[in-house]
């Protein structure tokens, strides 16, 4: 491992986040399209070497982002597939988008007023683009779209009818698809479901791509796949709750994380530890310092012995509080543990005793332990964590990412 990447860094296995999605396709019926949701730099994955590397299959449509500056970073890496902004974009980025062929959500209208004005004006300049859009539907989530009624069937007639928009898609999204009684969101689904019927039954105009599931319903609603699904959380290797099933799509873990023990010390009876002197010693211990914490995203809230690393394959708790760039861990019962050897916060120990007896810590742990969720937690990870990529079993120069 190089020198740069001691203090800490996240392994991203990017052949699991291939399987995670082909398992997903391969879970549909055939034809069914993947719209890979890659919002928030991949849920702390990483948006850019995630979408060059699923960009190559057929199966995936395209991408979805969050907001039009992380649609601009795709294609300033060269992700020439169709990206959609599945939130509210406002009209400064409307003019870039159009020239880089980046779907807009819509369901206001003066946002379609205004994506048609940036159109006309880019065809008096010359272009002769348009806007690919993708009605948003509300079927009870109450975030953003128009509602499944008369007025979302006059909202879809206008768009039908405004200069320069081309109505490619329709979505909406389910609020509780991830619970054991899908009862609401096939409510939804169906709710969603009639109203496109009746919009293409009015107007005669066949929308292309109706798209409503999210990874929990690709697992557990496969008759709502429609045209697309929007697959986020489970093509990076973590589960959508706890209430989905498991044994319906193989998903396997995309991220490990890494550091090295920075500072190792004896301390005798009634030494504090951390901030605050919360933990005290009640007998003499041996002490690991971390040289990782808050300030890279690493949970304050595992303080106080709810959270734990693994030394040597073992478990280490961690002692009082998480500090900004450190915290301390028990070593007391890995008397081996020296200064410079590796600390696993997230992933799998190699077993010294053969893979019967692995200790791991899945983001699905670390995100129970600290009360949050599992990507959460990933989504938090910042950029002092450097991700390392990892495919076909070897680690990519930044020239093959
Ligand atoms: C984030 C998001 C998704 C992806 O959801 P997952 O549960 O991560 O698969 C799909 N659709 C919309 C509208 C989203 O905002």
């Known amino acids: 491992m190089l020198e740069e990447y001691s203090r800490v860094y996240a392994k991203i296995d990017l052949d699991a986040v291939h399987s995670n999605v082909e398992n997903m396709y391969n879970a549909m019926p055939r034809g069914t399209n993947i719209l890979a949701v890659v919002k928030t730099d991949g849920y702390g994955f990483g948006a850019v070497p995630i979408s060059r590397m699923l960009m190559k299959e057929p199966y995936v449509w395209g991408f979805a982002t969050a907001t039009a500056e992380e649609a601009f970073e795709l294609r300033e890496a060269g992700v020439s597939k169709p990206i959609l902004v599945l939130g509210y974009t406002f009209p400064y980025a409307y003019d870039r988008m159009l020239k880089e062929?980046?779907?807009?959500?819509?369901?206001?209208?003066?946002?379609?007023?205004?994506?048609?004005?940036?159109?006309?004006?880019?065809?008096?300049?010359?272009?002769?683009?348009?806007?690919?859009?993708?009605?948003?539907?509300?079927?009870?989530?109450?975030?953003?779209?128009?509602?499944?009624?008369?007025?979302?069937?006059?909202?879809?007639?206008?768009?039908?009818?405004t200069e320069g928009i081309e109505v490619e898609g329709i979505f909406t999204h389910f609020a509780r698809a991830d619970e054991a009684d899908l009862t609401n969101a096939h409510d939804s689904h169906k709710i969603f479901s009639r109203f496109v019927n009746d919009l293409e039954a009015e107007t005669g105009y066949h929308i292309p791509l109706k798209?409503?599931?999210?990874?929990?319903?690709?697992?557990?609603?496969?008759?709502?796949?429609?045209?697309?699904?929007?697959?986020?959380?489970?093509?990076?290797?973590?589960?959508?709750?706890?209430?989905?099933?498991?044994?319906?799509?193989?998903?396997?873990?995309?991220?490990?994380?890494?550091?090295?023990?920075?500072?190792?010390?004896?301390?005798?009876?009634?030494?504090?530890?951390?901030?605050?002197?919360?933990?005290?010693?009640?007998?003499?211990m041996r002490v690991a310092t971390i040289p990782v914490g808050y300030g890279d995203g690493y949970p304050r809230s595992l303080s106080g012995g709810r959270g734990y690393v693994l030394i040597h394959g073992e478990k280490a708790r961690i002692l009082g509080r998480v500090c900004m760039d450190q915290f301390m861990v028990d070593v007391s019962h890995i008397p081996n543990a020296m200064e410079g050897d590796e600390v696993i916060l997230i992933g799998e120990a190699e077993g010294e005793f053969g893979d019967d007896f692995v200790e791991k810590i899945t983001v699905e742990e670390l995100g129970d332990l600290s009360g949050r969720f599992n990507y959460e937690f990933t989504c938090n990870l910042n950029h002092r964590v450097p991700r390392l990529y990892e495919r076909d079993g070897r680690i990519l120069k930044d020239s093959e990412i």
């Open 101 to 161: 062929n980046i779907r807009p959500a819509v369901f206001r209208y003066d946002m379609l007023k205004q994506l048609s004005e940036r159109v006309k004006k880019r065809r008096n300049l010359g272009g002769n683009e348009v806007f690919h859009v993708h009605i948003a539907v509300d079927c009870g989530m109450s975030r953003i779209g128009v509602r499944p009624d008369a007025d979302g069937m006059n909202f879809f007639k206008t768009a039908l009818e």
């Open 211 to 284: 798209h409503c599931s999210n990874s929990a319903s690709i697992i557990d609603m496969p008759e709502a796949h429609m045209d697309m699904v929007r697959c986020g959380v489970t093509m990076y290797g973590m589960w959508p709750s706890d209430e989905v099933s498991r044994d319906k799509i193989k998903i396997s873990p995309v991220m490990s994380i890494y550091s090295h023990i920075s500072f190792i010390k004896d301390i005798s009876e009634g030494t504090p530890v951390s901030y605050g002197g919360t933990f005290v010693a009640d007998k003499r």
